[in-house]
Each structure stands twice: as structure tokens, then as C-alpha cells.
């Protein structure tokens, strides 16, 4: 027997502290360790080769083995590995980033903060929510307004605006001055014949109310991701921004799109503002800005709020925000050729070709299969809701086992998801072929017909 003391396995549950896992399950189970990357493919220490279909998480664009974003960063680093942008320096990097962002990004957003998490990025959109009242004199002003179910990270104020359970409970959030409305997913949320077009102007007098409620002085801000993703990948329903913004611009609230897993290309268009007609006051970026071969975020604002922050820094003497990494050059530099690859390759019209490869072959192949409730998604990202009772969408209980059988099955045949509750999330690299969406159709049907003998046998008296 081979001494396994020494190994990366128990090294890995003796010193490490994961993140989103399981703790005590870890101990007993140990990791998954993955050693490379190639294309869609990831490669764990064994040598077995798995399809990335979650795209690591949700962001690796161009596959795991794209040399140039190596070769960019390894030109950065040589020519200038750091340097901040406080007090007035810059780099070049980071400028000529920016001024990519602001072409790509909607008309009326003109500046660009460069932060290094979705998380912190987020967070930091808040802080120039509240500046931007304070500047204007209007002290109040300071509820955001999310949803339950939404995901925008897990810092303080990001976790408080996250509408997840697992991410509040037992770390005292959300903070105060921080809502959440019914999450917009027709399926589980909608009345018995409730249309899209009706459920979604349900939702749009829900959020007036709200406002009308606290008073539209203390509220600032609705955050929102186009199409939500990590809480279940739930598409809006028919109408449902167009909605939403109204009520927002009639009370001069702000409007934040977080656009991390949405934003270049994911759905199929540049952004998902762009998909569902939303003129934000903040983007938030991040994730596919580097295929995350680096750690960058982005926030894209309006001139409008620019021009506020802008004469209070003035007034007050600076902008007293920003991060030791903000805009780093080997970060932007990263960005910048991710970018360019993403342009030449035609990667987001790409991505809106092969889209019904997914999509209609996941409802093709599985929707009437006894353990599918919903199967949903747009452009790239897909969700497969699984229930105990179809008819009657009842959900399993305990929720998410089945989802974490099939998980692990997937895994048995070679594929990567991720299980929300019983949810599976669908969302591989950008680069996907046809015939690489067909293998992820069969695998997950693998595991699919195998989790569907397991629920019959614990279903057997
Ligand atoms: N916003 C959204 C929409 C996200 O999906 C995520 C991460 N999955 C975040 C924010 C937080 O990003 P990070 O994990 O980089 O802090």
C-alpha cells in the first residue's frame, strides 16, 4: 500500500478551509484536486478528464489552455507587474481597458472603477450609492432593494444584498436597509395561470409598493442580475425589466445590473442589458472580463452619478475609496487580450448560434422525463429543475439530495455541473462546439437515468 501521509489529499483536509463546502464532509471525503486544463476540459490527479460545464465557476470563456492570456500576462508582469492607480497614477493597462469597457457597455455609462471581486465590486457600487445621496444632500436615501434568491457575493453589503439562506444565516446578515422581493421565476412563483407578461407586472407593483412603503427618500437602489444565475439560473419573466425600470426612474431610484456571469456574452448578446433593454445606472462586471485567469471586476456608472462623486471628492479633498489592486496592470492586461480573443473569434455571436444546441436539447431530451420539473436558460446558461412529483412540482424532501446524486453521477461520467438546491446549472466556457454540447447532453442523461433508478429504489417499500 502506497503511503498516502504525505499526499496533496490529506495536506489539502489538514490545512485548507473551503469555501461554500461542507466542512466535516470534507474531512471524511477529501478534494477533488485538478491539475490541468484544456479547451472545455478540466483533468483531475488521476488523469481522468472531465467537461468544464459550469464553466469553472461560471467564467472561464475561453477554456482552460488559452496561451495567449498566459503570454499577456507574462509580458505585463516583465515590462511592469504593479502599480496602483491611487493619487492620481495610472498605467496603461488599465486606461486603455476602460476606455474598452465604456465603448462596449451601454450609452450613458462613462467611467469605469476597477476592483477585484464580484464581491468587492459590489460593495463598492453601495458605498458610491450612499456618497452619490450624501453629495446630493439627501442623507436617507440609502435602502437597496434586491431578491430573494438574487447573488451578488458574500461581503458584507454584497451578502446583504445576496437573497441566498446558506450565505446570511449565521453570519448576522442581511444588514439593516436592505430588502428583497419575490424572485421572478414564473415556475415556482407565479399563480395557478398566471401569464409571464402578468407575474412580471405582479412583480413591478410589488416593488412599488415597497418603495411607497418606506418612502421613496430611503430608498436609493434596485440591484438585480438579468438573468439570475447561482440562485438557480431563472430567466425573467416576458417584460419583467422594462417593468422594473419604470417604477424604478418614477421614483428616482437607481438601477444596478450586476452583469458578473451575464456580461460578455453568456446570453447570447454583449450584455444582458443589452438582451432585455435595460439603461442601468451601474454595471457590474467581472468573471468573463479574464476568463478569470486573473481576479478583476469592473464597475461601469453613469455620467450623471460620476459628475456627483466628482464634485464631492472636490469639495471634500478625494474619492476616499479603492483597493491596493485596483487597476492592476496584470489584471487589465489579461482583461484586454481575453477581450480581444473574445472580438476575434466571434465569440458572443457564437455563443447566440450554438445556444439552441443547449437549450432545445435539453428540453428535447429531458423535459418529459419523470424527474424534470422545469428545464429553463438563455443563450449559454441553463438550469434543470428536478421534483419529487411532477404534476404537482412538489420538491424532494429533504431538498438537494437527488440534485447531488445526479452531481455526483455526472461526475462518474465525465462531467462537471453544479446542483442549486435541486437545480442543475448548465454554463460552459464560451468556446463550446455543437458536437461538445452533444456530450454534455448525453452524459447528463447518464446520470440523469441513474439518479431516476435511485429515487425508484428509495421510493420502494
Ligand atoms: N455577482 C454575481 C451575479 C455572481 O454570480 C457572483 C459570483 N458568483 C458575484 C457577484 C460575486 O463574485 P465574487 O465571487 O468574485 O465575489
Known sequence: MTDQSNSLHVRDVANLLHPNTNARRHEAQGPMIITRGEGIHVYDDQGKAYIEGLAGLWSVALGFGEKRLAEAAARQMQALPYYHTFSHKSNAPAIELAERLVEMTPEGLTKVFFTNSGSEANDTVVKMIWYYNNALGRPAKKKIISRARAYHGITIIAGSMT????????????????????????????????????????????????????????????????????????????????????????????????????????????????????????????????????????????????????????????????????????????????????????????????????????????????????????GLIAGVELVADKARKTKFDPPGQVAAYLHARAQEHGLILRAIEDTLAFCPPLIITEAEIGMILDRFGAALDDSYAWVKTRAAP
Not at 442581511?174 to 422581493?181: D, I, N, R, S, T
Open 163 to 378: 437573497g441566498l439562506p446558506m450565505n446570511q444565516r449565521d453570519f448576522d446578515l442581511p444588514l439593516p436597509g436592505f430588502l428583497h422581493l419575490t424572485c421572478p421565476h414564473h415556475y415556482r412563483n407565479a399563480l395557478p395561470g398566471e401569464s409571464e407578461e402578468d407575474f412580471a407586472t405582479r412583480l413591478a407593483d410589488e416593488l412599488e409598493a415597497m418603495i411607497l412603503r418606506e418612502g421613496p427618500e430611503t430608498v436609493a437602489a434596485f440591484i438585480g442580475e438579468p438573468v439570475m444565475a447561482a440562485g438557480g439560473v431563472m430567466p425573467p419573466p416576458e417584460t419583467y425589466w422594462t417593468k422594473i425600470q419604470a417604477v424604478c426612474r418614477r421614483h428616482d431610484v437607481l438601477m444596478v445590473a450586476d452583469e458578473v456571469i451575464n456580461g460578455f456574452g453568456r446570453l447570447g448578446t454583449p450584455f444582458g442589458c443589452d438582451r432585455y433593454g435595460i439603461s442601468p445606472d451601474f454595471m457590474v462586471l467581472s468573471k468573463q472580463l479574464t476568463s478569470s485567469y486573473m481576479p478583476l471586476s469592473a464597475i461601469v456608472l453613469s455620467d450623471q452619478v460620476y459628475q456627483v462623486i466628482a464634485d464631492n471628492s472636490d469639495r471634500i479633498g478625494a474619492f476616499g475609496h479603492g483597493f491596493t489592486a485596483t487597476g492592476h496592470p496584470v489584471a487589465t492586461a489579461v482583461a484586454l487580450e481575453n477581450l480581444r480573443i473574445i472580438e476575434e473569434r466571434g465569440l458572443i455571436a457564437h455563443a447566440a448560434a450554438i445556444a439552441p444546441a443547449l437549450q432545445d436539447g435539453l428540453r428535447s431530451r429531458f423535459a418529459d422525463h419523470p424527474l424534470v420539473g422545469e428545464v429553463r436558460g438563455v
